[in-house]
């Protein structure tokens, strides 16, 4: 029996569309978001979140505000003394990280970083589907 070049290449494309759940897209479930910063440890942060597929946020090692905007929310972040900066989310099923942006962020002795260019997020899966 012989297999055509068509058809080893439509079964590859299949499989590529399949994923089999290891693709770039998060299978729902919980994150850890943590501001990675140039400078260290920081006191606070303002940061601007999509609500896409975001069903909720928490933080325990640092105090949580969180507030409502078209899209979103803007979180605050206060944290005494300054460390790492981290809350989680959870998302629903098949959904995209949302996208994060970094306002403003404030170091460890209550002063406002100058600029935010350096600053970025990254999401870490939590063990399980908590």
């Not at 905007?69 to 944290?79: A, E, K, P, T």
Request: some cysteine.
């Amino acid at each position: 029996m012989r297999i055509s070049s068509l058809s080893l290449l439509a079964a590859a494309l299949a499989l590529a569309a399949c994923d089999g759940g290891t693709g770039s897209r998060p299978a729902g479930g919980e994150y850890i978001v943590t501001l990675e910063s140039p400078n260290g440890h920081e006191g606070a942060a303002i940061l601007e979140m999509t609500d896409q597929g975001v069903e909720s946020v928490t933080a325990s090692a640092a105090a949580l505000f969180r507030n409502r905007i078209s899209g979103g929310y803007r979180l605050v972040l206060v944290r005494e003394p300054a460390g790492p900066l981290q809350f989680r989310i959870r998302l629903a099923e098949g959904n995209d990280f949302p996208d994060v942006r970094v306002i403003e962020v404030v170091d460890g002795q209550d002063q406002r970083r100058p600029s935010v260019e350096g600053y970025q997020v990254s999401f870490t899966r939590t063990r399980g589907n908590e």
